[in-house]
C-alpha cells in the first residue's frame, strides 16, 4: 500500500511540475490551467512558467513573508496564551488576544497574495507572447568603413 502511494505521489508531483519544464519546447503558448497550478503549489511558480521572472521572484518574496510573519505571530499568541494561563492576568490576556487577531489578520493576507498569484499567473499566461511579432524593426550593420541602418517594416 504504501509503495502505491509512493507512486501515486510522484505522478501526481510529476503532473503538477510538467508545466514548469518547459515541455514541448515547440509550445507557443502556456497554459492558464498550468499557470495556475504552479502559483498555487510554488510561490511565484506560475509567473516563472510564463518566463516573467521579476515578477516571479516578487510573489515568491511576498508569499515567504507574510508566511514568516504568520509563524512569528503564532509563536507570539502561543507564549501570550501559555503566560495567560500561568497568571490569569488580565495584561497577559489583552497580548494574548492582540496576537490572535494579528495572526488571522495575516492568514487573510496570505490567502489574498496566495490568490492574486494564481489570478496573475492566469492573466500572465493568456498573454503570453502578445505582441511579439515586431512590426518595425531597426538594423545595424557594419559596412565597410561606414554604418547602414535600415529600417525594416
Known sequence: MRRSAARGSVLATTILLLPLTGWPAQQA??????????SAVLPGGGQFYCENYLRGAVFCAAQATVAGMI????ILTEE???RYKLTGSMDDYG?????????????????????????????????????SKKRVRLGLAEEG???QVSLFF
Do not use: C, N, Q, T
Open 29 to 38: 503558448a502556456k497554459s492558464p490551467f498550468g499557470a495556475i497550478v504552479a
Open 71 to 74: 509563524l512569528y505571530e503564532h
Open 80 to 82: 501570550a496564551h501559555r
Open 95 to 131: 497580548d494574548y488576544a492582540h496576537h490572535f487577531d494579528r495572526r488571522y489578520d495575516l492568514l487573510w493576507w496570505g490567502a489574498g497574495v496566495w490568490v492574486f498569484s494564481m489570478a496573475d499567473a492566469f492573466v500572465d499566461a493568456h498573454m503570453f507572447k502578445f505582441g
Open 145 to 147: 568603413a561606414g554604418l
